[in-house]
T-cell receptor, first 117, second 111 residues
Framework: GAVVSQHPSWVICKSGTSVKIECRSL??????MFWYRQFPKQSLMLMAT?????????EQGVEKDKFLINHASLTLSTLTVTSAHPEDSSFYIC?????????????FGPGTRLTVL | RKEVEQDPGPFNVPEGATVAFNCTYS??????FFWYRQDCRKEPKLLMS???SGNEDGRFTAQLNRASQYISLLIRDSKLSDSATYLC????????????FGTGTQLKVEL
């Protein structure tokens, strides 16, 4: 149980385009979803926290107008990278916390590798 | 100072060896602690939670020292399949109920 899926697994796009990444909790309700970014040989960095039905809370230094997050249901959150540029190329990982596991437990999606040309 | 610090390694050990990783955290108000495992180009997966009393899960033992703000992970009888990056993760404290990840310690188990 407690599976989180993420789509797409990888995407290559041209500079200036927008990319949407989906994160779904498959067998539990995710009241909170987290979006992380990981650059090579670096730790996961939290970008934003979203609670179902409310606006996301962004970490310092993360542009909310560039990284649009929607958490419209208890099983789905989306991250849209708008007007992507090569420096946005990274591994984007979502996690979900809710009705599975303990109150601190986050279940991670398999990640989306974004390459912007 | 980083919130969560780990030696990046790599630690190269022979199969069957016992290896230990350490981690320190800066926020004394942190509330819960974890070790995650991350394979190359994959998402992190929870290995075990870390409790003040110490806990063991098969070949893996985790310990927490709140006074020293120090967490450890011991792997006994290491297997080739243990090769991965081990992430020390801290939850809570001044930043709220969020996970803060260390950069990870890379382990390579060799024949």
């Amino acid at each position: 149980g407690a599976v989180v899926s993420q789509h797409p697994s990888w995407v290559i796009c041209k500079s200036g385009t927008s990319v949407k990444i989906e994160c779904r909790s498959l067998d539990f309700q995710a009241t909170t979803m987290f979006w992380y970014r990981q650059f090579p040989k670096q730790s996961l960095m939290l970008m934003a926290t979203s609670n179902e039905g409310s606006k996301a809370t962004y970490e310092q230094g993360v542009e909310k107008d560039k990284f649009l997050i929607n958490h419209a249901s208890l099983t789905l959150s989306t991250l849209t990278v708008t007007s992507a540029h090569p420096e946005d190329s990274s591994f984007y990982i979502c996690s979900a916390r809710g009705t599975a596991g303990g109150p601190d437990t986050q279940y991670f999606g398999p990640g989306t590798r974004l390459t912007v040309l | 100072r980083k919130e969560v610090e780990q030696d990046p390694g790599p630690f190269n050990v022979p199969e069957g060896a016992t290896v230990a990783f350490n981690c320190t955290y800066s926020n004394s108000a942190s509330q819960s602690f974890f070790w995650y495992r991350q394979d190359c180009r994959k998402e992190p997966k929870l290995l075990m939670s870390v409790y003040s009393s110490g806990n063991e899960d098969g070949r893996f033992t985790a310990q927490l020292n709140r006074a020293s703000q120090y967490i450890s992970l011991l792997i006994r009888d290491s297997k080739l399949s243990d090769s991965a990056t081990y992430l020390c993760v801290v939850n809570g404290g001044g930043g709220g109920n969020k996970l803060t990840f260390g950069t990870g310690t890379q382990l390579k188990v060799e024949l």
